[in-house]
């Protein structure tokens, strides 16, 4: 068998692209915001309802530009989960500014705001939220709490594009909202990213954060880096945007399926469920509870891998375990914080159009042979 892995990039033909490829090779417009990148920029502003939607090289330059367009004090201090990918800290970092690590909540997985409290001191300047899995942080609480404190609020919202909380689009929350576009995302433009707001005010600010400060051939007005996104991007991430309601639709179906077989084993627990939410479908997580399931997530993933199919253990480990912030503090309202208790318990399953059914009957046969060799209770 194919070895199957967690992810799949979605591209579009070769034909569609070609046409797109000769309007790039007769301009010979490579980069520096070209006609197919403004062209993308404003499907996305339409498709997500924002005013402001600008395009970056990856998500972690869009991060790293939206911290700049605020303008946040030198030295300030972020608080942000430790369950994220490490880009998240790193643009803090990359900033200038201090990552504040607070807990998660034990349900969604997603920033608690409590703990989130306690983490804010007079040095903290911001605070960025991370819908997990595309699950959606408690975004009504954050701004209530940043609204409080006079602090500002961004979202990492690499796993929730096109998502909707009580019909808020993703795109429209806190301060700012970034994405990725990698090619792991259900939306991608093969290597990119995006920043999103409903304040027009911002539009320059990322403009000229992507784009070194330049103004003008003689004027730099602030500080940038090169976080512009080629023409070649672009064309993949117009031809994608057309396609990625099909891809998602496919992955709905395979995650009722999955749902199905998860809930047959006590000690599976599937991502949280938001009623009011509709989701990106970016990744389909679940949680092993080794005492009641009877294997622990390693055993899961292990002997999946031993049938070529690669799952991902995915947040782990956090970046409270990194080399970067290892002994960083946890706020928390937990003696031991939420997130120590859930890291080793994490595992996503192989979540695109690319899974076949052989493929969700050899995980389910996997999960009943763990489940079935569990030691009896006497």
């Keep these: 068998m194919t070895p199957l892995y967690v992810a799949r990039p979605l591209l579009p033909s070769r034909a569609d692209l070609d046409i797109l490829l000769d309007e790039i090779w007769a301009s010979r417009w490579v980069t520096n915001e070209g006609p197919l990148h403004n062209r993308l920029e404003a499907a996305l502003s339409r498709r997500l309802g924002v005013p402001v939607a600008r395009l970056f090289s990856s998500g972690t330059s869009a991060l790293q530009c939206a911290m700049l367009a605020l303008d946040l004090p030198p030295g300030a201090e972020v608080i942000t989960t430790p369950l994220t990918f490490p880009a998240t800290a790193h643009a803090i970092s990359a900033c200038g500014l201090k ?10 997985l997603t920033l608690d705001p409590r703990a989130v409290a306690r983490a804010i001191t007079p040095r903290t300047a911001a605070v960025i939220g991370v819908h997990v899995y595309g699950t959606i942080c408690n975004d009504a609480a954050l701004q209530a709490l940043c609204s409080q404190h006079g602090l500002r609020l961004l979202y990492d919202a690499a796993h929730a594009f096109a998502a909707e909380k009580a019909g808020v689009s993703t ?6 909202s970034v994405f990725s576009m990698h090619a792991t995302k259900l939306f991608n433009t093969i290597e990119g990213g995006l920043v999103t707001s409903r304040d027009p005010a911002l539009s320059e600010r990322l403009q000229l954060a992507r784009n070194f400060g330049i103004a003008s051939e003689e004027q730099v007005k602030s500080v940038g880096i090169n976080g512009k996104m080629s023409e070649l991007h672009a064309a993949i991430g117009l031809l994608n945007l057309d396609a990625f309601e099909h891809e998602r639709d496919l992955r709905r179906d395979l995650r009722a399926r999955y749902d199905a077989i998860v809930a047959t084993f006590p000690g599976l627990i599937p991502q949280a469920r938001q009623g009011d939410v509709v989701r990106s479908e970016q990744y389909y997580m679940l949680r092993v509870d080794p005492e009641i399931f009877g294997a622990s997530r390693d055993d899961v993933y292990d002997r999946l891998k031993q049938r070529d199919i690669h799952a991902r253990r995915y947040f782990w480990p956090i970046c409270t375990d990194y080399d970067s912030y290892r002994g960083a503090p946890v706020a928390s309202l937990q003696p031991v914080p939420v997130v120590e ?14 899974v076949q059914p052989d493929h969700v009957q050899i995980i389910g046969d996997v999960l009943t042979d763990l489940s079935a060799s569990r030691p009896a209770i006497p």
């Design 171 to 176: 795109a429209a929350m806190g301060d700012l």
């Design 99 to 108: 990552p504040v690590f607070a807990d998660i909540d034990p349900d969604t």
């Design 341 to 354: 208790r859930v890291k080793t318990t994490l595992l996503c399953l192989p979540f695109h159009s690319g």
